[in-house]
């Protein structure tokens, strides 16, 4: 019969059993070493502690580790928590910062459009922009005033800072606008301070070029750019911006009203504008009138003597001399 076989485990329970009974009598030792109240016992636990504390600072190195990295650890949650925090409150402020903004600058257009007097002979009528045309290849403005406002076509219209377009198109509760971006639109300006004249071109872009300027040499970019009334259409002297140099080496305009944001335009009430009812007039002026009686008598005293058959006019008069005397 064979002997029984001792596997790993049979060593294994008594030598745990060991190890368990040495650590509990170390600790009762430490324990009681601790505890003990006596000078010797003293003086013993601080050699002790002085011989193996300084010792045991490799020992110590992977626990204060440990401590650091819970302590980095609970300091980066903290972190984090606050810097959600502040990121959700930035974006409460930009929400705030933005509807700021838009009160602001709404305000000081109102302003503008409540205070500003560019002509004591001018008045205006605030409108509210209701809809924009959004095509390519037309700039216009609906406004929510119109003939019953007594507003009239080709009336110039701002925005409380400089000029946005004329009345194109109107009626009775509403009104369009054309801007000045528009390819239809041309406008007689003034260049301050050389007053150079010139006409705004629109073309569809945010900054039309200026044509038909008189010495380009005498315009520099800054120059202040404003109608000159030429025409009759615009008042003189509303602002329209200032003058740039485009990528393109063209004189442009930069408009000093805002497009991107056009949300109250006030229509200046201008001076009633004559329809053309006799379109040569505008090639040439009219001719001079005559007076029939007039012309009737110079034809006259220009004419010839008028041959007869019995010869000329002196002729026909002698003899009807004679014959008054023969008689």
Same mark, same amino acid.
């Given at each position: 019969?064979?002997?029984?076989?001792?596997?790993?485990?049979?060593?294994?329970?008594?030598?745990?059993?060991?190890? /368990?009974?040495?650590?509990?009598?170390?600790?009762?030792?430490?324990?009681?070493?601790?505890?003990?109240?006596?000078?010797?016992?003293?003086?013993?636990?601080?050699?002790?502690?002085?011989?193996?504390?300084?010792?045991?600072?490799?020992?110590? !190195?992977? /626990?204060?580790?440990?401590?650091?990295?819970?302590?980095?650890?609970?300091?980066?949650?903290?972190?984090?928590?606050?810097?959600?925090?502040?990121?959700?409150?930035?974006?409460?402020?930009?929400?705030?910062?933005?509807?700021?903004?838009?009160?602001?600058?709404?305000?000081?257009?109102?302003?503008?459009?409540?205070?500003?007097?560019?002509?004591?002979?001018?008045?205006?009528?605030?409108?509210?922009?209701?809809?924009?045309?959004?095509?390519?290849?037309?700039?216009? $403005?609906?406004?929510?005033? @119109?003939?019953?406002?007594?507003? !009239?076509? @080709?009336?110039?219209?701002?925005?409380?800072?400089?000029? /946005?377009?004329?009345?194109? @198109?109107?009626?009775?509760?509403?009104?369009?606008?054309?801007?000045?971006?528009?390819?239809?639109?041309?406008?007689?300006?003034?260049?301050?301070?050389?007053?150079?004249?010139?006409?705004?071109?629109?073309?569809?872009?945010?900054?039309?070029?200026?044509?038909?300027?008189?010495?380009?040499?005498?315009?520099?970019?800054?120059? !202040?750019?404003?109608?000159?009334?030429? @025409?009759?259409?615009?008042?003189?002297?509303?602002? $329209?911006?200032? $003058?740039?140099?485009?990528?393109?080496?063209?004189?442009?305009?930069?408009?000093?009203?805002?497009?991107? !944001?056009?949300?109250?335009?006030?229509?200046?009430?201008?001076?009633?504008?004559?329809?053309?009812?006799?379109?040569?007039?505008?090639?040439?002026?009219?001719?001079?009138?005559?007076?029939?009686?007039?012309?009737?008598?110079?034809?006259?005293?220009?004419?010839?003597?008028?041959?007869?058959?019995?010869?000329?006019?002196?002729?026909?008069?002698?003899?009807?001399?004679?014959?008054?005397?023969?008689?």
């Amino acid at each position: 019969m064979a002997p029984p076989r001792i596997g790993p485990e049979d060593y294994a329970r008594p030598l745990r059993r060991l190890l /368990v009974g040495i650590t509990l009598l170390l600790l009762l030792v430490v324990f009681l070493l601790w505890r003990i109240d006596s000078p010797r016992v003293e003086r013993f636990r601080a050699g002790l502690v002085d011989a193996l504390v300084p010792n045991m600072t490799w020992a110590m !190195r992977p /626990v204060t580790l440990a401590a650091g990295m819970v302590s980095d650890f609970q300091s980066y949650t903290r972190i984090y928590e606050q810097n959600q925090e502040l990121k959700r409150e930035l974006q409460q402020m930009k929400a705030w910062k933005e509807a700021a903004l838009q009160l602001e600058q709404k305000n000081a257009r109102l302003l503008d459009l409540n205070n500003v007097r560019l002509d004591p002979k001018l008045t205006h009528v605030t409108g509210v922009v209701m809809a924009d045309s959004g095509s390519p290849f037309r700039q216009s $403005v609906l406004l929510n005033v @119109g003939a019953r406002d007594g507003v !009239r076509d @080709g009336w110039a219209t701002m925005d409380g800072l400089g000029l /946005v377009g004329r009345i194109s @198109g109107l009626g009775e509760r509403t009104a369009r606008v054309i801007l000045v971006t528009d390819t239809n639109s041309r406008i007689p300006v003034t260049i301050q301070p050389s007053g150079q004249r010139a006409i705004l071109s629109g073309d569809n872009g945010p900054l039309p070029p200026l044509e038909f300027v008189e010495d380009t040499d005498a315009i520099r970019p800054g120059d !202040r750019v404003v109608t000159s009334g030429d @025409g009759g259409v615009f008042p003189a002297g509303l602002l $329209v911006g200032q $003058v740039v140099l485009g990528a393109d080496k063209r004189l442009r305009v930069a408009l000093a009203a805002d497009y991107q !944001r056009l949300e109250f335009l006030r229509v200046l009430r201008s001076h009633e504008l004559e329809p053309i009812t006799d379109p040569g007039s505008l090639v040439a002026p009219p001719l001079p009138r005559v007076d029939a009686s007039a012309a009737t008598a110079e034809a006259a005293a220009g004419e010839q003597p008028v041959e007869t058959e019995g010869g000329d006019v002196e002729a026909a008069g002698s003899g009807a001399a004679e014959g008054a005397g023969d008689g």
